[in-house]
């Protein structure tokens, strides 16, 4: 072999392992998303205590962490789907949505959920006691019309309180708005929202006031606990970024133990990283009530999927909740973070 085939065979060679060592090296910042609510908790513990950071570096990654923020979850899936997001979160409706729109292409699935909780519809019309009162003088605001969890939920309700295809009867009345701002127009009377489909602790806060009623429990309508929010992703990132999604899951493990162990500590990060006005005391039992699960345990979600399919809404279908997520990488356990 002359000198000049060695130098080209070092050359191949070194190229090859470049390209090698450039397929296999994983993502060095983290885009992240996450919406309104106390339901989020566990994403802003792990953003306020830099439990994602930590358990990275425990993997040997130099991990970088961006957090951005959605009021509903169309924005966050177009975001998705754009590649200007690698991990979103929000309900169970806009996952589902893109989960059955992609199963032809970049595949997005379930990465973990984040709790089950139940969610109220609340309005300040004395004149509705029930769903079946409101009339077109009501508006309802919600995340996102037609696909976020709340929009689902009241059409499933819809259709076991007007019948069979009445599921769309109260979609005319509904508008799309973030929590904070249509808690602010419902409560503040000058508006022409009359009701909100909301999340804790919004729906809690309003209640405090005398002129609001509880309408709707989406527990009622589900028969029982049900996922709220979980976090989703597409087949690409997670297959090429396996350590970057182990880091994160035991991220999340780390902040549910923290929220379960000390919610009072748990509560007091999340005021102060939402400037949110709500009493501890209040924040901690919303936190600690029972009916709010902080697991990433899926409940129920094929119930809102077989509804989604028989009303249109999603073609694609699944057997078992597994079938809707990722299965969990290897090295996901909680380690010890470097110190």
């Given amino acids: 072999m002359t000198a000049r085939s060695i130098v080209r065979l070092v050359g191949t060679v ?17 885009r992240l998303a996450k919406q309104f609510g106390i339901s989020y908790l566990p994403l802003t513990v792990m953003e306020e205590e830099g ?66 909780m139940p969610l109220w519809l609340v309005t300040v019309n004395p004149d509705v006691k029930s ?94 606990p049900h996922t709220f929010n979980l976090v989703w992703a597409s087949s690409r990132f997670v297959a090429a970024n396996p350590k970057v999604v182990a880091a994160f899951l035991a991220a999340l493990e780390d902040s549910l133990k923290l929220i379960r162990d000390d919610p009072a500590k748990a509560a007091a990060l999340w005021i102060k990283a939402e400037g949110s006005k709500l009493p501890p005391d209040e924040a901690v039992a919303i936190i600690r009530a029972p009916q709010n699960e ?14 989604m399919n028989r009303a249109g809404l999603v073609s694609a279908k699944a057997s078992s909740e597994s079938e809707l997520f990722f299965p969990a990488p290897e090295g996901s356990a909680p380690k010890e973070a470097a110190r």
């Fill in 294 to 307: 902080w697991t990433t345990a899926p409940q129920r979600m094929l119930d809102y999927l077989a509804y």
């Fill in 51 to 116: 439990l994602l950071e930590k358990q990275a570096k425990a993997r040997g990654l130099d991990l970088k962490a961006e957090w951005l923020r959605f009021s509903g979850g169309s924005g966050m899936n177009e975001a998705l789907l754009s590649g200007n997001l690698d991990l979103a979160a929000g309900g169970v409706g806009p996952f589902l949505t893109i989960w059955g729109r992609t199963q032809g292409n970049i595949k997005v699935k379930g990465v973990a959920a984040l709790n089950a």
């Fill in 131 to 224: 769903i079946k009162d409101f009339s077109p003088k009501d508006k309802i605001a919600l995340p996102t019309a037609k696909t976020s969890i709340q929009a689902i939920t009241l059409q499933m309700a819809a259709e076991q309180a007007f019948g069979a295809g009445q599921e769309s009867r109260l979609d005319p009345l509904t508008v799309s708005m973030g929590h904070p701002d249509a808690q602010t127009a419902m409560m503040g009377g000058r508006s022409e929202i009359t009701a909100h489909f909301g999340s804790p602790p919004f729906q809690e806060m309003e209640l405090k006031d005398p002129r609001a009623r509880k309408v709707l429990d989406s527990y009622d309508v589900l028969g029982g």
């Fill in 14 to 30: 070194a190229v090859l392992c470049g390209a090698l060592v450039a397929a296999r090296a994983e993502v060095s910042t983290v």
